[in-house]
């Protein structure tokens, strides 16, 4: 079974500061790796996603993660801190085998809060 | 084109009533997904059809829990009847493609009193 662990549910970032948000996930085979963020009041959008290509994805927003197979982490990155960051995000894993379903393994989350 | 929506975004039911969550996907999307955030809890799969059928229904918590895509369009899942438990964000997906990225609408936050 596949699991995610996301380090702490709630981070706080100075604005113009580096975001890190750490994935770590479970899995017996490298699987397709997501992150979403959800703003206030609304759903769930993709900002990246890693499916067995470029090790370093870049996504929206910014926002860049890097897959590293040997630590099974796919951590989320932001060199400078916006206000607008401000948001929950989840990492998010799938199979890798479309047989085994594709229904996405969701981390805990980890809320944003960015300060002046 | 018009995102994945979801009626109501919000419902406040006592224990022992029924209620009914709709789900309209992308349009032409064949794949639809229910997940479930309970209170400080991660987001929970609940079920995904293709098309009108049910591929894997494997996260549903039990029989109180019932999901329909008739015609294959829209979905519904009712809860009844509902507890307390049962309070939390409903969260639907759709995508064109099994495998395929999933799409979120905004959710329906169920409170049960």
């Known amino acids: 079974a596949q699991s995610v662990t996301q380090l702490g549910s709630h981070v706080s970032v100075s604005e113009g500061a580096l975001v890190l948000l750490r994935c770590n996930y479970s899995?017996?085979?490298?699987?397709?790796l997501f992150w979403y963020v959800q703003y206030p009041n609304q759903g769930l959008q993709l900002l990246l996603k890693?499916?067995?290509?470029?090790?370093l994805v870049k996504g929206i927003n910014g926002f860049e993660a890097e897959f590293k197979k040997s630590e099974t982490s796919f951590h989320l990155t932001k060199p400078s801190a916006h206000m607008s960051d401000a948001a929950e995000y989840f990492c998010?894993?799938?199979?890798?085998?479309?047989?085994?379903?594709?229904?996405?393994?969701f981390g805990g989350g980890t809320r944003v809060l960015v300060k002046p | 084109e018009a995102g994945v929506t979801q009626f109501p975004s919000h419902s406040v039911i006592e224990k022992g009533q029924t209620v009914t969550l709709r789900c309209d996907p992308i349009?032409?999307?064949?794949?639809l997904y229910w997940y479930r955030r309970v209170m400080g809890k991660e987001i929970k799969f609940l079920l995904h059809?293709?098309?009108?059928?049910?591929?894997?229904e494997s996260g549903m918590p039990n029989n109180r829990f019932l999901a329909e895509r008739t015609g294959g369009t829209y979905s519904t899942l009712k809860v009844q009847p509902a507890e307390l438990e049962d309070s939390g964000v409903y969260f639907c997906?759709?995508?064109?493609?099994?495998?395929?990225?999933?799409?979120f609408g905004p959710g329906t936050r169920l409170t049960v009193l």
């Open positions: 998010a894993v799938s199979p890798l085998v479309k047989a085994a379903g594709n229904k996405l393994t």
């Open positions: 890693y499916t067995s290509a470029a090790t």
């Open positions: 059809f293709v098309k009108e059928s049910k591929q894997d």
């Open positions: 997906a759709s995508s064109n493609l099994q495998g395929g990225l999933q799409f």
């Open positions: 349009s032409g999307h064949d794949n």
């Open positions: 899995s017996s085979v490298p699987p397709y």
